[in-house]
C-alpha cells in the first residue's frame, strides 16, 4: 500500500525504507486515539492484575484473625483439659499411637500457631507481590500461585490433618489468581501489541 512519507509529504511506494526525495525512513504514524486507548487499557488491565494479589493479601490477614480465633476456641477446652492432668500422663490417639498429655498440648499448640502464622504470613507476601504487581503484574502472579500450591502441599506432608483449614479461602484465592493472570496476560498483550506499533526511531 502506497502512502507519503511523515517528513518531506513526498509519495513513497510500498515496501520502501527510505523516501526517495528527503532519504529519511518514512515512519507509519500510531493513530493517537488508539495509542492512548492502548494504554489506558493496559494500565486497567495492570491495575487489575494487582487488585486481585492485594484482596487476597487483605482477605488472608482477616482469615488469619477469623481462623486463628475460630481453631483457638475448639481447642481450648482440650487444653483445659490436657493441662489439668500430669504432663506424663499415657493417651491413646486415634490412630492407636500412645502419647502423653504433654505431647498433647504440645501438639495442639502448634495448630493454633500454625493456623495464624500459615494465614498472616501469606498475607504478608502477598502485600509485597503486590507492590511488584504495580509495575509488572505476571511474575508475582505465578509466583503468588506458585506460594499457593506449595503451601498446600507442605500442609499434606507436615500435617494431613489439617488439609480441609481454611480450604475455602483457598479455593477462592486460586480462583482469584486465575483471574489476576488472565489480567497480567491481558496487559503483557497489550504492552507488546504497543511496542509493535510504536514508530522505529528516525
Same mark, same amino acid.
Given at each position: 500500500?502506497?502512502?507519503?512519507?511523515?517528513?518531506?509529504?513526498?509519495?513513497?511506494?510500498?515496501?520502501?525504507?527510505?523516501?526517495?526525495?528527503?532519504?529519511?525512513?518514512?515512519?507509519?504514524?500510531?493513530?493517537?486515539?488508539?495509542?492512548?486507548?492502548?494504554?489506558?487499557?493496559?494500565?486497567?488491565?495492570?491495575?487489575?492484575?494487582?487488585?486481585?494479589?492485594?484482596? *487476597?493479601? !487483605? #482477605?488472608? /490477614? $482477616?482469615?488469619? @484473625?477469623?481462623?486463628?480465633?475460630?481453631?483457638?476456641?475448639? =481447642?481450648?477446652?482440650?487444653?483445659?483439659?490436657?493441662?489439668?492432668?500430669?504432663?506424663?500422663?499415657?493417651?491413646?490417639?486415634?490412630?492407636?499411637?500412645?502419647?502423653?498429655?504433654?505431647?498433647?498440648?504440645?501438639?495442639?499448640?502448634?495448630?493454633?500457631?500454625?493456623?495464624?502464622?500459615?494465614?498472616?504470613?501469606?498475607?504478608?507476601?502477598?502485600?509485597?507481590?503486590?507492590?511488584?504487581?504495580?509495575?509488572?503484574?505476571?511474575?508475582?502472579?505465578?509466583?503468588? *500461585?506458585? !506460594? #499457593?500450591? /506449595? $503451601?498446600?502441599? @507442605?500442609?499434606?506432608?507436615?500435617?494431613?490433618?489439617?488439609? =480441609?483449614?481454611?480450604?475455602?479461602?483457598?479455593?477462592?484465592?486460586?480462583?482469584?489468581?486465575?483471574?489476576?493472570?488472565?489480567?497480567?496476560?491481558?496487559?503483557?498483550?497489550?504492552?507488546?501489541?504497543?511496542?509493535?506499533?510504536?514508530?522505529?526511531?528516525?
Amino acid at each position: 500500500m502506497d502512502g507519503k512519507c511523515l517528513h518531506c509529504g513526498a509519495a513513497v511506494e510500498a515496501g520502501d525504507r527510505f523516501c526517495p526525495n528527503c532519504g529519511k525512513a518514512p515512519r507509519r504514524p500510531v493513530p493517537r486515539r488508539r495509542g492512548r486507548h492502548a494504554e489506558r487499557a493496559r494500565v486497567t488491565s495492570m491495575a487489575r492484575a494487582a487488585a486481585w494479589i492485594l484482596i *487476597l493479601a !487483605v #482477605l488472608f /490477614a $482477616l482469615g488469619g @484473625l477469623v481462623m486463628g480465633f475460630m481453631t483457638k476456641s475448639e =481447642l481450648d477446652p482440650q487444653l483445659r483439659v490436657l493441662r489439668g492432668v500430669s504432663p506424663d500422663t499415657p493417651l491413646l490417639t486415634d490412630d492407636g499411637h500412645t502419647t502423653t498429655a504433654a505431647e498433647q498440648v504440645r501438639l495442639l499448640e502448634f495448630v493454633i500457631v500454625f493456623v495464624f502464622a500459615t494465614h498472616f504470613g501469606l498475607a504478608a507476601i502477598y502485600f509485597a507481590l503486590w507492590f511488584w504487581a504495580r509495575r509488572d503484574p505476571l511474575p508475582p502472579i505465578l509466583i503468588a *500461585l506458585s !506460594v #499457593l500450591v /506449595a $503451601l498446600k502441599v @507442605l500442609t499434606v506432608v507436615v500435617e494431613p490433618a489439617l488439609v =480441609l483449614s481454611g480450604i475455602v479461602i483457598q479455593v477462592i484465592a486460586f480462583l482469584a489468581l486465575l483471574g489476576g493472570l488472565r489480567a497480567a496476560l491481558a496487559q503483557r498483550s497489550l504492552a507488546r501489541a504497543a511496542a509493535a506499533e510504536a514508530p522505529p526511531p528516525a
